[in-house]
């Protein structure tokens, strides 16, 4: 039987919408079947209805993490990348490290990627794994597939690899064996007929995703790949112009810019959405709106790693469906949808303001609105959702599935806000959770994870860390 719940007095309710749509008028939730089915004022309780008193908290659609790296948890903080570009530092960490990630470690990695990612009020996680090799000695699509199940999470398994060995790696200290395209194919297959769910309701999805598809598959096979994917009825889904390297290999090796690369090889679409897409061309910006390709917009690592900024805001103007990604722990160290937002709404706003110009020659101070935090909230709810293909999900309306943080915020940080409703994204930090409930399941209350000792967690952390430093 499933949890039927009423929330009630909710200080303020963000929707996930649009528009005038954003801020629901409502401060009550009834919840039954894992579903919104009422919205309002003064609602009273029923028979068989826990109430939740959500007085002086602000109620959010769950967060939906569009790009992630779970096993990069266990790499924050590396000396050998912490002031490195891109490059040098996929030499120096994930690439460095890969090898020393087994069964166990992976399984560390992952809850602790999870539960920081749960606390920040996210309920639906889309990890970019590629750690896949021939030979491996265990199912590691099927255990991130167990992690999240076991913490109440939706979870989308965006099945990375590569066929080829690229530049970066082509060493003997590096190098790990690629699958040949025939076994990557086999695989994907193999883990959607396991694991892939379609329609609303939906908790597992999975996607094709070469880890950065330029590089990562010969042009012969881009084609291949895309047709078999869609086939399957799976979206794409790759790392693409994140830094200057991507333009610079792309002409040297392909002759054109990266998002034309794609275009020539059927890697464009509703279907598709490419985390970073920092560096663009005007030309390559409209072909990404025309075709209704998406982004994962990872603004911390992008800064973390000196790549730039991603053009989301003008990319939304232009067709492109943005969602947000935290990208892996090991160019971010917190991996976290709070203060990914927070930063998102800082960095914008002194992108714009640092393109303005004094008058007469330009228009005076601009960039206060670059971005508002009701859009933030869409890109970071509906807006994952829509990339990922979780419907009934990201928004709070009836008949939507109850994915919903109630965060409480009763810390210094937020004392003293005329509209406590924008308090987590432009405060910051990380409000108290009084409540998290996916598919109407409380899976977090009062800040701690039913089952969950955090104690162990850490000390399991610093074990492998202590591992993975002794093994480099």
Not at 283 to 291: A, Y
Not at 298 to 304: I, V
Request: net charge negative; charged share 20%.
């Amino acid at each position: 039987m499933t949890s039927r719940f009423l929330i009630r007095h909710a200080h303020a309710v963000f929707t996930g919408l649009r528009g005038a749509q954003a801020r629901s008028d409502a401060t009550d939730l009834r919840i039954a079947e894992g579903l919104i089915t009422e919205m309002g004022r003064g609602l009273h309780a029923q028979e068989g209805e826990r109430v939740l008193d959500a007085s002086d908290c602000v109620v959010y659609p769950g967060w939906v993490n569009t790009h992630h790296h779970l096993f990069q948890s266990l790499l924050k903080g590396v000396p050998a990348g912490i002031d490195a570009t891109l490059s040098p530092w996929l030499q120096a960490v994930p690439f460095a490290f890969r090898r020393g990630f087994d069964e166990q470690r992976l399984r560390v990695a992952a809850r602790i990627g999870l539960v920081e990612l749960l606390r920040s009020g996210c309920t639906t996680v889309a990890d970019h794994h590629y750690l896949f090799q021939p030979g491996a000695d265990h199912d590691a699509a099927a255990l991130l597939f167990e992690e999240a199940e076991a913490l109440g999470m939706r979870f989308m398994l965006l099945r990375g690899g590569a066929t080829v060995t690229r530049r970066l790696e082509d060493s003997e200290r590096l190098h790990q064996a690629p699958e040949t395209l025939d076994q990557m194919l086999a695989a994907v297959e193999q883990t959607a007929a396991r694991f892939h769910q379609r329609g609303p309701g939906a908790r597992r999805r999975v996607a094709m995703a070469p880890t950065s598809v330029h590089v990562s598959l010969p042009r012969e096979q881009l084609k291949v790949v895309a047709r078999a994917a869609r086939a399957l009825g799976l979206p794409l889904h790759s790392h693409m112009s994140e830094s200057v390297a991507y333009i610079e290999y792309c002409r040297e090796v392909h002759g054109c810019r990266p998002i034309e690369y794609l275009a020539n090889n059927e890697w464009l679409g509703p279907d598709v959405w490419l985390a970073h897409l920092v560096h663009l061309s005007p030309g390559e910006m409209k072909l990404l709106g025309d075709s209704g390709t998406g982004i994962a917009h990872c603004p911390q690592s992008n800064a973390r790693l000196a790549d730039g900024i991603a053009p989301a805001p003008a990319l939304e103007r232009l067709g492109v469906p943005v969602s947000i990604g935290v990208d892996g722990a090991a160019s971010n160290e917190a991996a976290d949808m709070i203060s990914e937002l927070h930063f998102a709404w800082l960095v914008h706003r002194a992108q714009a303001g640092a393109l303005s110009r004094p008058r007469p020659e330009g228009e005076g101070e601009a960039g206060g609105d670059a971005v508002t935090v009701e859009q933030l909230v869409h890109w970071a709810t509906a807006g994952g959702a829509g990339v990922l293909g979780f419907e009934g999900v990201g928004t709070l309306q009836v008949g939507q599935a109850a994915d919903l943080a109630v965060f409480d915020l009763d810390d210094p940080r937020y004392f003293g806000l005329h509209d406590p409703g924008v308090g987590p994204i432009v405060s910051g930090g990380r409000p108290r959770l009084r409540w998290l409930l996916c598919g109407g399941e409380v899976v977090a209350e009062d800040d701690g994870i039913p089952g969950l000792d955090l104690g162990r967690l850490r000390a399991q952390a610093g074990e492998e860390v202590r591992a993975l430093m002794r093994a480099g």
